[in-house]
């Protein structure tokens, strides 16, 4: 151990999420840990920030730092080894925090990195409050046992073609792999690729936790069940068949209006869940906020997040919880009520003046002076849900913008001409001015 | 210009929302100032002394943009004006309004110009001759409200400045008038 190991720096989104590659999900989170050089009385920290928030996932260690929005990462495949837990009886250890060390591989420049040439021990140190070392280092292993990134990495392989006998990892790769030549090279790699299926399914299938963390691979094993089916023999299997593609259609379609490949649970976040819930959602909100002008009524935003998620629902409630969380982080999107009690979520920056600004030059077109405007014509003009437009209306009425007209068509909105008028000069209308436009336009059309 | 009989509209009456009671405190505010004053002129203008809900005030609505004030809102103008001292309210259920489109105070000032103007100090009126007679056509006092008038003479009567007696038939009573 020459130099101090380096890790490289990992992406975050403006919520402090984890930006996650595709095919990698998130698994367990755990706060206020370090990591520290091992050996030598006196450690060295790894990280430039302390007591960070660890991100586990399929494929690599997260190191987050909300405080300076900064990550830092280990890929799981640059892991060479985990030393089990000590139990120490001593009552040092009783009182010390938690550690969990860690051989990792390093690059001739201190990288930490897979297929290094030399190797380091880390120290991960937990010093949140209600860690439980056993269970972090449980889910821990099960996580690196499960080697998501391999088949991610050999799928890729799978699809380019078949040459060479290259493996994801040189120095975590256990499996075996033979050359591959000819056509005997060719059906066999057919067999190792439909021997492992297989034996994904059975695991999948015993144990429901495995199952889960399996989701994403299943999906993509329905496809291609999906696709053998349509094309092969499906004259011959008749309507049976179209019953399970219809289903599996189902599940695919179901699926694909993910946008979430990670969902944070309960379990994955334990005691953050709401924290983590809360970031995910200002990052989630943010293309549905586009798409629909600058603000969604909450109610929108729960059928759209959870449908994104598609499994883990979350309640009104954490719905919620999660955006009264965001005015405790720096996040660019906000809750709002309405004095109906109607409630929104806008972007920071959205500008209630700008949108009067436009409400009030409508109410002064002819048309508007002439019969008003309802809130289904606001939201046409508006481009805005029809809901929220009358929100917009109603708010521009309490600002003495406009005046309400109740009548047998409706609730209709007229610009206020109430400040116009002189109570000692009711007859007189100034030449100039909002009066007398009103008056132009309503005297024309007779 | 749009009348209503005799009576001149202001261009606003053909605003739809001026006859839909307004929730906005300050744009209420101006809306029930402006109500107060019209309904005022008007009833100056015709001579209309009371207003009855259960009945069709013509004011109270605009055929021509198809709108009309809600119950609510007429009770709401009414008893703004009852506030100021400009209206009474006869009943208890609030149904029927007496329009005091000039204050007893001002009546009695009336009276007391009139007579002095027309040189009638000393001489006897009936109550009748006062409301329709020769002498006052053409003046604010034609058509006056019985009831208002009585008001205001009893009012200069205990001014000191007349006298209130029965008179010769059952029903009429005379005034006398001092300098």
């Known amino acids: 151990m020459t130099s101090i190991p380096r890790l490289p720096t990992a992406s975050l989104t403006t919520s402090c999420r984890p930006v996650f590659f595709s095919g990698e999900v998130e698994r367990y989170l755990l706060p206020g840990v370090d990591l520290e050089s091992d050996g030598s009385d006196r450690p060295t920290l790894l990280l430039p920030f302390q007591s960070s928030l660890l991100v586990i996932t399929s494929h690599r260690l997260v190191f987050v730092d909300e405080a300076s929005s900064s990550a830092r990462e280990i890929a799981l495949s640059a892991i060479i080894h985990a030393f089990p837990l000590k139990k120490s009886m001593s009552i040092r250890s009783m009182f010390a925090s938690p550690r969990v060390r860690l051989q990792v591989s390093i690059s001739n420049d201190g990288t930490i990195s897979e297929k290094g040439t030399k190797s380091s021990v880390i120290t991960l140190v937990m010093r949140g409050k209600n860690t439980d070392p056993d269970v972090f280092y449980g889910k821990f292993m099960e996580v690196l046992r499960s080697r998501e990134w391999e088949l991610t990495a050999s799928a890729d392989q799978g699809s380019t073609g078949l040459e060479g006998s290259s493996s994801a990892s040189g120095v975590n790769d256990l499996r075996i792999t033979m050359p591959v030549v000819g056509v005997s090279g060719i059906l066999r790699k057919e067999q190792e690729i439909w021997e492992s299926t297989d034996k994904n399914l059975q695991d999948a299938f015993q144990d429901l936790n495995a199952l889960m963390s399996k989701a994403k691979e299943m999906v993509q094993l329905a496809e291609k069940m999906r696709q053998k089916l349509l094309t092969t023999g499906s004259n011959s299997q008749g309507s049976s068949n179209d019953e399970e593609m219809g289903s599996k259609q189902d599940m695919q379609d179901w699926l694909l209006s993910v946008g979430i490949a990670s969902p944070v649970t309960k379990e994955t976040a334990g005691a953050l869940y709401h924290q983590q819930l809360s970031r995910q959602l200002a990052d989630f909100v943010k293309t549905p906020l586009e798409k629909a002008g600058g603000m969604i009524t909450l109610v929108d935003v729960y059928c759209l997040f959870n449908r994104a998620r598609g499994t883990e629902l979350i309640s009104p409630e954490d719905l919620l919880q999660a955006c009264a969380l965001w005015e405790k982080f720096d996040v660019p999107v906000m809750m709002r009520k309405f004095d109906s009690g109607v409630k929104v979520i806008q972007n920071k920056s959205h500008s209630d003046d700008e949108v009067f600004a436009r409400i009030s030059s409508l109410a002064q077109k002819p048309d508007a002076l002439r019969k008003g405007v309802s809130p289904s014509d606001a939201a046409f003009t508006l481009g805005i849900a029809p809901a929220l437009a009358k929100e917009h209306l109603l708010s521009a009425e309490s600002r003495g913008l406009l005046c309400r007209d109740v009548s047998a068509e409706g609730l209709r909105f007229y610009i206020n001409l109430f400040n116009e008028i002189d109570s000692a000069n009711i007859y007189t209308i100034k030449s100039h001015g909002l009066l007398n436009a009103w008056h132009l336009a309503t005297t024309v059309s007779g | ?179």
């Open chain 2, 1 to 179: 210009m749009q009348k209503l009989g005799e009576f001149k509209l202001p261009p606003f009456f053909n605003y739809p929302p001026y006859f839909t009671l307004q929730p906005v405190r300050e744009t209420r505010e101006k809306q029930v100032q402006l109500w107060k004053d019209l309904i005022l002129d008007f009833s100056r203008n015709q001579k209309i002394f009371l207003i009855s809900l259960e009945e069709d005030f013509p004011l109270f609505s605009n055929p021509s943009i198809e709108r009309s004030l809600s119950h609510e809102a007429k009770v709401v103008f009414l008893s703004a004006l009852v506030t100021d001292g400009r209206a009474e309210w006869m009943d208890k259920g609030h149904k029927k309004c007496l329009i005091l489109w000039m204050r007893i105070q001002d009546w009695a000032d009336y009276i007391l110009r009139f007579v002095r103007e027309n040189a009638l100090e000393d001489g006897v009126m009936t109550v009748e001759d006062i409301r329709s007679g020769f002498e006052t056509r053409g003046t604010e006092l034609a058509g006056i409200d019985r009831g208002v008038l009585m008001r205001a003479l009893k009012l200069l009567e205990q001014k000191g400045k007349a006298v209130i007696f029965k008179g010769s038939s059952a029903d009429d009573e005379g005034v006398k008038f001092s300098a």
